[in-house]
């Protein structure tokens, strides 16, 4: 990379920072924005046209992948323009990626129960339990500490996208898993011996691996599918939508129904609610005429 792009990449990093955005987003955008000048041969001063070209490209990247990339060239672009680093803002002009709505991908309650037997060191299945029974990503599994848990309240606190931080309910397995886990400090700690917690894709390693070796093969599922069953599931127990929505702690609630499937029992169910009325044999108009 050229110190002219090495030097803008450092200063956007700067700014996100001081907008106080989660860790995860800018490590993401930087390691986008660091491969897109490594395949395009700059970044500073790239055009509109070789943006779209590398968004399109036919490399097999899903709509998902293109849209995350899209957003981080717009953030990057509009920062350069704002503080005078670029006289225009090439993004102004790259077109919507159209992604199609996505669908729940949960683990079922025999996988998981697998991934718990599978041979799974005891951190690990902390790693799982948190997963789903709080609904944890592996950005809050992995800074999850002792003081977070509140056993007199039944709560947990958590740091959630954006650097926010929520008051949970605590579910009973984990105040049972507490017990065995660090009271004071990281329940997962760096495994460098660092003062820090393990990297988010650590948790996503270990989880991944215990999945593998409880022989679940399907590419689709992913530690991320302990959050989709973490919803699903209460939907299933009949927990209010809403409700879910907010131990998912999602902005909005056309998010939650992509975490949450709905499964043939809970439609036919539904569908029985609507009750049976009395259909008339006949339409009734012959007697109607022979009476007038």
Do not use: C
Request: glycine share 8%; no cysteine.
């Amino acid at each position: 990379m050229h110190d002219k792009d090495r030097n803008a990449l450092d200063l956007f990093i700067d700014y996100q920072r001081a907008q106080n955005l989660a860790a995860t987003t800018i490590r993401n955008r930087r390691s986008i924005l660091t491969t897109f000048a490594r395949r395009t041969g700059g970044l500073v001063d790239t055009d509109v046209f070789t943006l779209r070209r590398y968004i399109g490209r036919d490399d097999d990247v899903s709509p998902g992948t293109r849209r995350t990339e899209r957003g981080a060239l717009i953030a990057f672009y509009t920062f350069l323009h704002d503080e005078g680093l670029r006289a225009d803002n090439p993004t102004t002009k790259l077109p919507v990626v159209r992604v199609p709505k996505g669908l729940p991908r949960p683990f079922t309650p025999e996988q998981i129960d697998a991934m718990l037997n599978s041979g799974a060191y005891a951190k690990t299945r902390a790693m799982i339990l948190l997963g789903y029974y709080q609904g944890f990503r592996v950005s809050s599994i992995a800074r999850v500490r002792g003081e977070d848990i509140d056993l007199a309240a039944r709560t947990i606190s958590t740091t959630v996208k954006g650097g926010k931080v929520r008051l949970l309910p605590l579910h009973d397995v984990i105040a049972e898993l507490s017990k065995s886990m660090p009271p004071h400090g990281y329940w997962f700690p760096a495994r460098d011996g660092s003062a820090g917690h393990v990297r988010p894709s650590s948790v996503t390693d270990l989880i991944t691996k215990a999945k593998l070796r409880a022989g679940i093969l399907d590419p689709r599922l992913t530690p991320h599918s302990l959050r989709h069953a973490f919803g699903t599931d209460l939907v299933e127990q009949g927990v209010d939508i809403r409700v879910v929505q907010e131990l998912l702690v999602h902005e909005h609630l056309s998010t939650t129904q992509i975490y949450t499937q709905v499964s043939d029992r809970r439609k036919q169910d539904g569908i029985r609610t609507l009750a049976p009325r009395e259909v008339p044999a006949r339409s009734g108009r012959a007697a109607a005429k022979i009476a007038a």
